[in-house]
């Protein structure tokens, strides 16, 4: 079965500097991969998500993410943080043709003045 | 596009009373839901499957009989917390895929559960 381990569960950055939140990936067959944005007491909402193509993938508020089948690794980025990126974020893999979707332990995100 | 709603997003009850939580995919039909448990601080956790018109596959671990789940139809997936405990207070997320899988999953805003 696929799983995910999420490196660092807090990381804090000052406003304006570089975003990296770790996630590793184990899976028998080709990902499906993504990344979550939960603000507290809400649901999760698509960051990201990489399915098949180009391994760059740009998702919203400034996200990336690489996938990086050597390193079976989907790292997420950001050039630039926000106050309004903290939150806490969750990688997450699911296997082609699978229902089902696992998710790492998160990472809390804070942005420092 | 792709919206789920939860319904309701906070409940308070008493202890051996029991909740239904609902999950409805406004804009688009859900084969398939899913129902995770949101510890404070920490990660989701799969409960159970729920695909429409059949029953539910429950992860290891969790009672079915004590977290009832019916997709009814191809909108709407209710959890019932049958006589809630204390233990069972948590945060309580829905997802849905749609008819067109791809890969993704829409998530309800969730239902805090606090059971005095």
């Known amino acids: 079965a696929q799983s995910v381990t999420q490196l660092g569960s807090h990381v804090s950055v000052s406003e304006g500097a570089l975003v990296l939140l770790r996630c590793n990936y184990s899976?028998?067959?080709?990902?499906?991969l993504f990344w979550y944005v939960q603000y507290p007491n809400q649901g999760l909402q698509l960051l990201l998500k990489?399915?098949?193509?180009?391994?760059l993938v740009k998702g919203i508020n400034g996200f990336e993410a690489e996938f990086k089948k050597s390193e079976t690794s989907f790292h997420l980025t950001k050039p630039s943080a926000h106050m309004s990126d903290a939150a806490e974020y969750f990688c997450?893999?699911?296997?082609?043709?699978?229902?089902?979707?696992?998710f790492g332990a998160g990472t809390r995100l804070t942005v420092k003045p | 596009g792709a919206v789920v709603s939860q319904h309701p997003s906070r409940v308070i009850c008493k202890s051996g009373t029991s909740v239904k939580i609902e999950c409805r995919s406004l804009?688009?039909?859900?084969?398939?839901m899913f129902w995770y448990r949101q510890f404070p601080k920490k990660s989701l956790m799969l409960m159970a499957t729920?695909?429409?018109?059949?029953?539910?596959?429950?992860e290891q671990g969790v009672e079915k009989d004590k977290f009832l789940i019916n997709h009814a139809s191809l909108t709407l997936s209710t959890l019932t917390v049958t006589s809630a405990h204390p233990e069972d207070s948590s945060f309580y997320i829905c997802?849905?895929?749609?008819?067109?899988?791809?890969?993704?999953?829409?998530f309800g805003e969730g239902s805090r559960l606090t059971v005095l």
């Open positions: 997802s849905a895929r749609g008819l067109t899988n791809t890969g993704e999953l829409f």
């Open positions: 899976s028998s067959v080709p990902p499906y």
């Open positions: 990489y399915t098949t193509g180009a391994t």
């Open positions: 997450a893999v699911s296997e082609r043709g699978n229902n089902d979707m696992r």
């Open positions: 804009d688009f039909q859900a084969t398939t």
């Open positions: 729920s695909n429409e018109g059949s029953k539910a596959t429950y």
